[in-house]
């Protein structure tokens, strides 16, 4: 199983994301690999990264393959691959970290 870096930085209330999310080279590598070997890439167009809750270990990051982008989804282009960055649950990371 290989393993990829994923960096996301929050933006301070009120001022636009300067650099939401950021793949290392290896990532992208795979994600280029993962896309060639699926038989539904077609469909598939997006890997779709989200914080689904925090808990004793910290924050629980989903990632899922999507069709098209949802309304609180922003689009992160780097290296001629895109993903998703789920806005709603970088909301609540933000919250989170401001109540610790």
């Known amino acids: ?14 001022k ?7 793949l290392t080279p ?6 280029q690999e993962i896309y060639k070997n699926n038989e539904r ?5 997006y890997l779709k990264v989200g914080i ?15 069709e098209k982008p949802e309304k609180f989804d922003e689009k992160i282009t780097q290296d001629g691959k895109t993903c998703l960055l789920n806005m ?9 970290e401001s109540n610790s």
């Open 1 to 14: 199983m290989s393993a990829a870096r994923v960096t996301v930085r929050i933006a301070e209330k009120g």
């Open 16 to 22: 636009r994301f300067k650099e939401l999310m950021r």
């Open 26 to 31: 290896k990532a992208v590598n795979r994600l």
């Open 41 to 45: 890439e077609r469909r598939i167009q």
């Open 52 to 66: 689904q809750g925090k808990g004793c270990s910290g924050n629980a990051y989903t990632m899922s393959w999507v």
């Open 88 to 96: 709603f649950t970088t909301a609540l990371y933000q919250k989170y």
